[in-house]
């Protein structure tokens, strides 16, 4: 059954114990490791107690057409924007990854484990497991990595948020329409772009993955969905909106809450698919969503304390 209360407003969550922040100069120490190309292992800032002793380090990592975190000058920009920074101040260690933005799953899943290893090997934590939080299509990449490349003993949990696990009809429309009829993967082809992540989230292919790709059960899965109804989506996103809305219901204009439901589900969140990364394009005058980031902090610690509990 979900549970609801991690849906609804994160008040509850910051009167409890509020997000700790630290000294300035601490901050400018993230910020330096923020704006850093490779992606890498980031500690919580001194001072801060950790989430907990059996608390494994997070692996953020990023859906379709993603990036790690980089800069052009002063000029910085984070896919999971301020999430990292609220997760952080909450005490979690954890790994960004960057993996191929296009790529089909079985390539991005590969990346994925390289770095995962690399980063625990690098900061003497080989042995640990660790806690994946992965959005949109990372959630796929996470579980073919945990099921297929050996990872299974190497995570203790998943929790992806809003990740089309049965694939996704705006893909199906994409793929047929702009991929086929309009030539579009023949020109791909022609620039040497690998884009197989559009036929990968098809429904059809989603199918066929789960039925490959079983859970692991010596990992926890959990999943977050996301929909917003149509006058609260971005205006370029009305289309797929409706797409994805005739197809298969409640939607955050790209997944449906029936696809991104998988494992144990923590409930739905109040935002469109961009804004699950605090990107927000939509103006909220009428019980506004707000940053996204202590949606994540509440469902992140929910899991921990799963973690931290043992076996059912």
Not at 217 to 222: G, L, N, Q, T, V
Not at 228 to 235: C, M, N, Y
Not at 250 to 279: E, F, M, Q, R
Request: charged content about 20%.
């Amino acid at each position: 059954m979900p549970d609801n209360h991690l849906a609804a407003s994160p008040k509850a969550m910051i009167t409890r114990g509020g997000l700790s922040h630290g000294t300035g100069k601490s901050a400018k120490n993230l910020i330096r490791i923020r704006f850093g190309m490779q992606p890498g292992l980031r500690r919580p800032d001194a001072g801060i107690a950790m989430g907990g002793a059996d608390t494994p380090p997070l692996v953020l990592h990023h859906g379709v057409c993603g990036f790690g975190d980089f800069q052009i000058g002063r000029l910085s920009l984070a896919y999971f924007q301020g999430i990292d920074r609220a997760l952080l101040d909450r005490g979690f260690s954890m790994i960004n990854t960057r993996v191929h933005p296009t790529a089909g799953i079985a390539t991005r899943a590969m990346q994925l484990k390289e770095q995962v290893l690399a980063n625990l090997d690098r900061n003497g934590m080989s042995g640990q497991r660790v806690l994946i939080v992965a959005h949109s299509m990372g959630g796929l990449d996470a579980r073919y990595m945990i099921s297929k490349l050996g990872m299974a003993d190497h995570v203790a949990a998943l929790l992806t948020v809003t990740t089309p696990h049965r694939g996704s009809p705006y893909a199906d429309w994409i793929v047929r329409n702009v991929g086929r009829r309009l030539r579009g993967f023949r020109l791909m082809d022609f620039l040497k772009i690998d884009v197989q992540a559009a036929n990968d989230l098809t429904t059809s292919a989603c199918r066929r993955f789960n039925e490959e790709v079983p859970d692991s059960p010596s990992a926890k899965y959990f999943s977050i969905s996301a929909a917003r109804p149509r006058h609260l989506v971005p205006a370029f996103a009305l289309h797929c909106h409706k797409i994805v809305s005739d197809a298969e219901g409640d939607n955050d204009s790209l997944v449906s809450v029936k696809s991104s439901t998988w494992g144990t589900h923590l409930g739905v969140w109040p935002a469109d698919h961009w804004h699950t990364i605090n990107k927000r394009f939509v103006v909220e005058l009428k019980n506004p969503t707000g940053d996204i980031a202590p949606y994540y902090v509440r469902a992140v610690e929910h899991v921990a304390v799963a973690l931290n509990a043992g076996p059912e």
